[in-house]
């Protein structure tokens, strides 16, 4: 874990620049875009740019998020990049290659909470402990650039801090992420407006795909693994988006006894995108990185050189030592 030295670098690059772009890992999820914007809005309150772009989509329910509607969905990076920025911050990607951009080389500053990061950028601020990115972003105002947080910044933050702690129901829910939520929850944040939108606007498409990932739900003979698979015809039989598979792989470990639950989405004939979610004391990252992915040790992803059904073969076997292990 890098020092509190680390989020004053960060602190001082973003006071002494004026032009910054911001990014996130592929596919964002509410802290990826919560930390991000709740970072823009500080940067903008200071009197400087600050641009976000996301290499994918992501769920309509995050379009909610103040200045979500602003955020750029494209394939590449600006054209004065890397000499027109004196940073860009890549929030939650724990390799380089997790924004989908060719960053490097930049002035790249590296903010994120997953085990095994690869401190890629030009300043790199670690904490393992900390709830969310958001909450990260939190600690570099609180301490270093100490202004006041308005009702929008705090909803962005407190989007961010809610995903990654499962609405305060995973273990990283710590004293540190009440802390947090209180603070935010004061300085304008209303976390049951968030709650109905995060977790009760979903799509009808959505719905459906859920509905067809969830026939395929198989539970290993021991109780301990679950799999549940996307194959890419559900997109067009259920009407719904790539953006719309948030949560399912959630579903498998909701099941008594699972340790292990995993989504196995077809990507093409050749390869096969895994999620994993586990329960306490089964160390997911591990499997992930066999294949190139990471995360955390209780929610990580990878993609595995497969078709689903071999894919699928595989993975079952390699859960099955880690949690019989």
Sequence with gaps: MTTPDTAREVAERIRSGNNFLITSHRNPDGDALGSGLGLQRLIRRLGKNAAMQVRDGFNRALFHIPGANEVAITD????????GYDAIFTMECPEVERTGYAVL????????????????????????????VGEMVMQINRNHLRLPLDAETATALYVSLASDTGFFRYHN???????????????????????????????????????????????????????????????????????????????GRTIDGVLVSALLKEVDGESTRVSLRSKPGVDVQAVASMFGGGGHKAASGCTMPFALAEAKRKLISILDGVVNS
């Design 76 to 83: 590449t990076l600006p054209p004065d990049y890397p000499n």
């Design 105 to 132: 080389p930049g002035p790249v500053v590296n903010i994120d909470h997953h085990l095994g990061n690869t401190m890629y950028g030009e300043v790199n601020y670690l904490d393992l402990e900390a709830p969310s």
């Design 173 to 251: 829910t710590t004293l540190r992420a009440f802390q947090a939520a209180e603070e935010l929850v004061r300085a304008g944040a209303v976390p049951g407006d968030i709650s109905l939108w995060i977790n009760e606007s979903n799509s009808r498409g959505s719905i459906k795909l859920l509905g067809l990932c969830l026939t395929t739900l198989e539970v290993t003979p021991d109780g301990k693994i679950a799999t549940i698979e996307l194959s890419k015809r559900f997109f067009a039989d259920a009407g719904a988006t790539p953006e719309d598979t948030e949560g399912i792989v959630n579903y």
